[in-house]
């Protein structure tokens, strides 16, 4: 079945510094994949759409500055949290659907 | 405001019993329902979905039942083991859009041995 390769799992970093997530698929090829934010005992909450090749479509109330969305090829997208923040420590999941929606297994911010 | 309720956050019950996981919607555009389970710090693993076109899926201990005039979905799980404790996320999309998934905030399940 379509697997959704997520990392890094956890990350702890410092106020100001920049963090990369990466999501790939891998076997299949995802023209679009969304990444999802969880507080916790909350929602899923889509954050944004992320499309190859052209720029992600961002929810409403989503700092595009600050969450970078890149798409480069039909098998990675990545999530760069900007100038982090502790209130930006989160539970963040990317999915791509193909043939139903598959999930990433998640990566755990901690901004100190 | 919610597009997609789930009004239990937590549920318990009886090793062998039946679990009812329930989950309201608004907006009758919605025509795929899905159910995933997510344990802590993982991403959600697909359940079993449905189509609008139809009122009940089966898949082993797992049943999906919709009743679309009430924008109403309901996940049986019988019988309930203690592996299926983990929080179980409602989520809807439509067809005829985009493919964003909209979740419901999940209901925690608890089976007891």
């Known amino acids: 079945g379509a697997v959704v390769s997520q990392h890094p799992s956890w990350v702890i970093c410092k106020s100001g510094t920049s963090v990369k997530i990466e999501c790939r698929s891998l076997?299949?090829?995802?023209?679009?994949m969304f990444w999802y934010r969880q507080f916790p005992k909350q929602s899923l909450m889509l954050m944004a759409t992320?499309?190859?090749?052209?720029?992600?479509?961002?929810e409403q109330g989503v700092e595009k500055d600050k969450f970078l969305i890149n798409h480069a090829s039909l098998t990675l997208s990545t999530l760069t949290v900007t100038s982090a923040h502790p209130e930006d420590s989160s539970f963040y999941i990317c999915?791509?659907?193909?043939?139903?929606?598959?999930f990433g297994s998640g990566t755990r911010l901690t901004v100190v | 405001d919610q597009q997609v309720k789930q009004n239990s956050p937590s549920l318990s019950v009886q090793e062998g019993r039946i679990s009812i996981l329930n989950c309201d919607y608004t907006?009758?555009?919605?025509?795929?329902f899905l159910w995933y389970k997510k344990y802590p710090a993982e991403g959600p693993t697909f359940l079993i979905s449905?189509?609008?076109?139809?009122d009940k899926n089966e898949d082993g201990r797992f049943t999906v039942f919709l009743n679309k005039s009430a924008k109403h979905l309901s996940l049986h799980i019988v019988p309930s083991q203690p592996g299926d404790s983990a929080v179980y996320f409602c989520?809807?999309?439509?067809?005829?859009?985009?493919?964003?998934?909209?979740f419901g905030k999940g209901t925690k399940l608890s089976v007891i041995p």
């Open positions: 992320s499309n190859e090749g052209s720029k992600a479509t961002y």
């Open positions: 076997d299949f090829q995802a023209t679009t």
């Open positions: 907006n009758s555009m919605f025509d795929y």
């Open positions: 449905i189509s609008s076109i139809k």
């Open positions: 989520a809807v999309y439509s067809g005829a859009g985009s493919y964003q998934l909209t």
């Open positions: 999915s791509a659907h193909y043939y139903g929606y598959t």
